[in-house]
């Protein structure tokens, strides 16, 4: 059995991805239009139904557009913290209140999900609460740490133990300073609970990687302060002064914001 992982969109404007096998998935987000989710995953040969489940990170409607109509209408149960429950309710984003698709997780107590191992992680941000996902399948080990505000050291810690990783490079810190955004947004976007800078995330996984990290994909790109080409490059760069190959040693792309990545298929080891 394979293990896919698909993204369907990750930027401002929407964010939801795919994990799953053949006979079963999970979404993680819901930020998208629960047409564009039906879309992009019968192209992919997987009906709704196979959806098992969808974990939030946040309550930002880029990541909870389409969770009522999930949870609700087709009785998906939506696993986040009691926090970010309580955002989701209030937000004037979602239309369905969430009942008996409402599951309530704790940060660093882990769960399963058929043959999934998940565990959620604080992450700082500015929204009700924020987690990070850090999801085993077998041998397979995925982290998801999307609207980071900084690298923390619980953060880290899931980040060294995956082996495919899905994190946020959302600005370019050269194009935000000198771009349209005005000065408040600026310093909410670099703050401490803003989001991961190209440069931030690159100096990370320079100084962190292990041969056991075999993915890399650059999530939740900014449409006005990053390019996907700049992003990777600036990844690049930092890797090579530390003798890392990219496309040898490890595996770099970055997401695009509003359509599908291909998808990437793994073995059961």
Avoid at 80 to 90: D, L, N, P, Q
Avoid at 150 to 158: G, K, L
Avoid at 201 to 213: D, K
């Amino acid at each position: 059995m394979k293990l896919s992982f698909i993204s369907l969109a990750s930027g401002s404007s929407g964010n939801c991805y795919y994990l799953g096998t053949s006979e079963y998935g999970i979404l993680i987000d819901a930020g998208i239009g629960i047409r564009t989710i039906k879309k992009v995953l019968k192209e992919n040969g997987i009906d709704l139904s196979q959806i098992v489940a969808v974990l939030i990170t946040h309550d930002h409607a880029d990541h909870i557009k389409t969770v009522g109509c999930l949870g609700e209408k087709h009785n998906i149960p939506v696993y986040t913290t009691e926090r970010v429950h309580s955002g989701i309710e209030r937000s004037r984003y979602v239309e369905e209140t969430l009942y008996g698709s409402r599951r309530i997780i704790m940060k660093e107590i882990p769960f399963t999900i058929k043959a999934f191992e998940i565990t959620a992680f604080e992450v700082p941000h500015d929204s009700s609460d924020n987690v990070g996902y850090h999801i085993v399948w077998g041998n397979q080990k995925f982290t998801f740490a999307t609207d980071v505000g900084h690298i923390t050291e619980t953060i880290a810690t899931y980040l060294r133990k995956a082996n495919h990783l899905i994190l946020e490079a959302n600005y370019d810190e050269e194009m935000l300073r000198f771009g349209s955004y005005p000065a408040f947004l600026k310093e909410r976007v670099s703050s401490k609970t803003g989001h991961l800078s190209n440069r931030e995330a690159a100096e990370y996984i320079a100084t962190n990687f292990h041969e056991g990290l075999k993915n890399v994909w650059l999530c939740h790109l900014s449409k006005d302060n990053n390019h996907p080409e700049l992003a990777v490059k600036t990844m690049d760069l930092r890797l090579f002064q530390e003798g890392i190959r990219l496309g040898k040693d490890l595996q770099l792309s970055a997401l695009k914001r509003t359509t599908p990545s291909e998808r990437f298929e793994f073995d059961a080891e």
